[in-house]
């Protein structure tokens, strides 16, 4: 079983930046390809970014390229989420997960393991 918990998210005006965390219990952390996912008011979760467990391969939704980053660090069982240039439009619950998959997907049936989100408010 895989715990996860997020920090960092909170109101940030139109142009911020935040840096989300997500930090793993498992031992094995270093082993599952990671994601962050966000949901806002009314809308369906969407993927945002995923990384591969050796931080060799990462990927992006369109709406968010250029803007944001994931990364990771094994060493600490935790994944970050560096997001520059925030628009009302990203205001979102963020949510990390961990798929026991050997690769990430940006499909959210896909991941096993699901932490409860941070909230993020980007005001215009």
């Known amino acids: 079983q895989v715990q996860l918990v997020e920090s960092g998210g909170g109101l940030v005006q139109a142009g911020g930046s935040l840096r989300l965390s997500c930090v793993a219990s498992a031992r094995t952390f270093s082993r599952y390809p990671l994601a962050w996912f966000r949901q806002a008011p009314g809308k369906e979760r969407e993927f945002v970014a995923a990384?591969?467990?050796?931080?060799?391969?990462?990927d992006y939704a369109d709406s968010v390229k250029g803007r944001f980053t994931i990364s990771r660090d094994n060493a600490k069982n935790t994944v970050y989420l560096q997001m520059n240039s925030l628009k009302p439009e990203d205001t979102a619950l963020y949510c990390c997960?961990?798929?026991?998959?050997?690769?990430?997907?940006?499909?959210?049936?896909?991941?096993?393991?699901w932490g409860q989100g941070t909230q993020v408010t980007v005001s215009s």
């Open positions: 990384i591969s467990w050796s931080s060799g391969r990462t």
């Open positions: 997960a961990a798929t026991t998959s050997s690769w990430y997907s940006t499909i959210r049936g896909e991941y096993d393991y």
